[in-house]
């Protein structure tokens, strides 16, 4: 039997697990570049247009699954959330994504006390969105 408020809820997650694939592909797509110049000596030799194809081929996929969750979880198009709410979810997910990415990729890299209170604003930020 058809329940409105489990289908509502799957939205909601589907929404979410595109918006987070979507963000690891952008993630890796923007900053990959940076640890494979450091990784690579053939990489560091090539031209920015040859970086910017690459990201671009790998930042493909971040739209095949952005738009589609967009679309998914509008409330517009039956989804459980508001423009505003996507895209403060984006946000949020991203700066997971990309402190992951950042602690992993970039061991040099510190997360200080102020980006921590920052990623905690947003945090405050989404919970107002949401009321």
């Known amino acids: 039997m058809f329940n409105y408020h489990n289908s509502f809820f799957m939205k909601g997650f589907q929404t979410i697990a595109l918006l987070l694939l ?5 993630t890796l797509a923007w900053y990959g570049h940076l640890k494979l110049k450091q990784e690579y000596k053939w990489f560091e030799a090539l031209g920015i247009g040859a970086v910017v194809f690459i990201s671009w081929m790998i930042a493909l996929p971040e739209y095949c699954f952005q738009v589609p969750a967009n679309r998914l979880g509008f409330q517009g198009n039956g989804g459980p959330f ?6 403060v979810i984006q946000e949020v997910i991203t700066l997971i994504v990309f402190v992951i990415f950042s602690l992993v990729a970039f061991k040099g890299e510190a997360i200080k006390l102020n980006h921590l209170l920052a990623f905690g604003l947003l945090v405050v930020a989404v919970y107002l969105v949401f009321k």
Do not use: G, P
């Not at 979507?22 to 952008?26: P, V």
């Not at 508001?82 to 895209?87: E, H, I, R």
């Open 22 to 26: 979507s963000n690891i592909f952008m």
């Open 82 to 87: 508001s423009l505003v709410q996507l895209k």
